[in-house]
């Protein structure tokens, strides 16, 4: 199953979250298709971007985390929302 679909815009745009801008940077990491950022998950997703991208923010793993789980970003349980600023504050250090 291709990740493209008219005129070359994936299927990641269907997701919860994704813009045009998140699009365009997931694509830019190898991440072209909403089956394969379920398959690479929200925090190594953000691992790339943050390679690609260094300004993504703490929002961003929410909004990955929310497109793959079919959740509102600012909507995601308390417990995760933790666990995932703990993920992003060791990345930063």
Same mark, same amino acid.
């Given at each position: 199953?291709?990740?493209?679909? !008219?005129?070359?815009?994936?299927?990641?745009?269907?997701?919860?979250? @994704?813009?045009?801008?998140?699009? !365009?940077?997931?694509?830019?990491?190898? @991440?072209?298709?909403? =089956?394969?950022?379920?398959?690479?998950?929200?925090?190594?997703?953000?691992? !790339?971007?943050?390679?690609?991208?260094?300004?993504?923010?703490?929002?961003?793993?929410?909004?990955?985390?929310?497109? @793959?789980?079919?959740?509102?970003?600012?909507?995601?349980? =308390? =417990?995760?929302?933790?666990?995932?600023?703990?993920?992003?504050?060791?990345?930063?250090?």
């Amino acid at each position: 199953m291709s990740g493209k679909g !008219r005129g070359g815009i994936s299927d990641l745009r269907g997701l919860m979250n @994704i813009g045009a801008e998140m699009e !365009r940077k997931l694509c830019s990491v190898g @991440i072209d298709s909403a =089956e394969k950022l379920y398959e690479t998950g929200a925090k190594a997703a953000f691992l !790339r971007l943050k390679e690609t991208y260094p300004n993504v923010c703490l929002v961003h793993l929410y909004v990955l985390e929310g497109a @793959i789980t079919g959740t509102e970003y600012n909507r995601l349980p =308390e =417990e995760t929302k933790s666990e995932l600023k703990q993920f992003s504050d060791l990345l930063n250090g």
